[in-house]
């Protein structure tokens, strides 16, 4: 679909620019139009490559104050030792060297929508004709919970390795406690499948005790065939799963987690807060007035806001219901890039678009399971909607499966990044 209309957009592009140039409001009629991309994760580094290798007379900035990307996915297997940091680690060299990206190393810190303009922590003002936030999440706040001393993980770099420290620390026998925040979250099947990882490497090195599993959905979010099967075969008496359970305060000074039930004693463990959208798209007041809104509304068509005109939200941050994968992240930055392209041409986006999602799982150190599910434009709701017969998983995991999810990953990381 959008090499189709990618190609035809650039055999026409003469006079699609010239279309671009007298619709641009602000700008006089010979300036490059700019889009500024706010967060370099695989929403925002995708839609910074696709955009310039689509129409390279579009300036692209990418503020991000870290000089590489390091990935959630795969992270999993950096805690248990599988892989190492350098294995998800990916610099943003590419973007500039091969697409020409304008890259700000610094922090955003506030947008003014009225003059288009993006202040930094260093004091810069970035002005922009179209803006992307991809931000990915924060995190809700649990009383007595300090991640940096007790890492959720949830954004892989030093946390993961803390947390790799926490598994390492866990003395023979011992209990580790882990516990999945209120759906939507990033990555559906991820606690899951980080609580076999946990028990799988609790086995290997002859510690096994006990992983308990706080949920505080009803039942398992994502492939609940596949994960009970291996809570109940696979990890029996090792991982206790309990739905229904959240997490109120951690004392971890005696290391005591209390929940709406009952208060746990543990030697490690792995608290994930509840989510929702990052920082900057809450003061931006991209989540509007709703009570309790954690994510952006945007139009599915554009990524435009809903509320904030010329301001886009893409990625784990925008509340359209498809779920919050880096996967699902790179689709809907081509999405937004090929509605970004259209606009400064003076064409309407796409009126059909098309996402997907994938996600590996390892379930123990040789095999995996997988998730997958497209997603397509429903005019009639103005909603994305999971297409039927499109959501499929694996039977069972498998070694091959294994294999494959590093072929998906290293393409997915390519597609973003270079
Ligand atoms: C354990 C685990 C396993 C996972 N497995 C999978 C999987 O198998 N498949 C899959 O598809 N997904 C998986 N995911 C989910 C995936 O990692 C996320 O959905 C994805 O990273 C979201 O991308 P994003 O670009 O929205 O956010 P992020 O990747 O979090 O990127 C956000 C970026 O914005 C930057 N930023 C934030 N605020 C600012 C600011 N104010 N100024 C400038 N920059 C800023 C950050 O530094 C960061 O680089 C997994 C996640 C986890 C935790």
């Known amino acids: 679909m959008f090499s189709h209309n990618r190609r035809k957009l650039l055999q026409t592009s003469g006079a699609l620019l010239a279309a671009g140039a007298m619709s641009s409001p602000l700008r006089a009629q010979t300036a490059a139009p700019r889009v500024v991309v706010i967060g370099g994760g ?10 310039r290798l689509w129409n390279p007379k579009i300036q692209v900035t990418l503020i991000e104050p870290n000089p590489s990307h390091v990935s959630c996915i795969l992270s999993n ?26 890259i700000v190393a610094d922090r955003a810190v506030a947008i003014d929508p009225v003059n288009r303009r993006v202040s930094t922590l260093n004091g810069s003002q970035i002005a922009y004709d179209k803006l992307v936030l991809a931000p990915g999440i924060d995190f809700d706040a649990i009383p007595g919970l300090d991640s940096s001393v007790l890492p959720h ?23 580790f406690v882990m516990s999945i925040p209120q759906a939507p979250y990033r990555c559906p099947p991820g606690p899951y499948e980080r609580a076999c990882l946990i028990a799988d490497s609790l086995l ?12 505080a959905n009803p039942d398992v979010v994502a492939e609940a065939h596949t994960f009970h099967t291996a809570f109940s075969t696979t990890y029996a008496g090792v991982i206790e799963y309990r739905p229904g359970t959240e997490v109120l305060s ?4 005696s290391k005591k987690i209390t929940t709406n039930w009952d208060t746990i004693q543990a030697d490690a463990a792995n608290i994930i807060p509840r989510q929702k959208a990052g920082k900057l798209v ?14 952006a509304p945007v139009n599915p068509l554009s990524y435009e806001s809903t509320l ?28 937004c890039a090929d509605a970004l392209v259209r606009y400064f ?65 290293k393409n997915l990381f390519a597609d973003s990044f270079s």
């Open 77 to 102: 297997l950096v805690m248990t030792g599988a892989l190492g940091m350098t294995d998800i680690t990916i610099r943003y060299d590419t973007l500039r060297t091969k697409y020409g990206v304008s």
């Open 282 to 295: 809450v003061a931006a007041g991209l989540l509007g007035s709703a009570p309790g809104a954690r994510w």
């Open 345 to 409: 041409a003076g064409e309407a986006p796409d009126p059909a678009p098309m996402t997907n999602s994938a996600c590996y799982s390892p379930i123990t150190s040789k095999t995996a399971s997988w998730l997958t599910v497209v997603f397509g434009y429903d005019a009639a709701s103005g909603l994305m909607k999971p297409v039927p017969n499109t959501l499929a998983e694996a039977p069972a995991p498998t070694r091959g499966h294994y294999e494959d999810m590093f072929g998906w990953a």
């Open 308 to 335: 904030v005109p010329n301001v886009h939200v893409i990625g784990d941050s925008q509340g359209t219901g498809q779920p919050k994968s880096g996967h699902m992240a790179n689709a809907q930055a081509k999405v």
């Open 250 to 253: 951690v004392d971890w000074a």
């Open 42 to 51: 695989f929403a925002g580094a995708t839609l910074a490559k696709y955009v």
């Open 153 to 175: 993980a949830w954004q892989a770099g030093p946390q993961t390795l803390a947390l790799k420290a926490q598994l390492q620390a866990v003395p023979a026998g011992g209990t």
């Open 204 to 215: 290997r090195n002859r510690r096994a005790g006990k992983v308990i599993v706080l949920d």
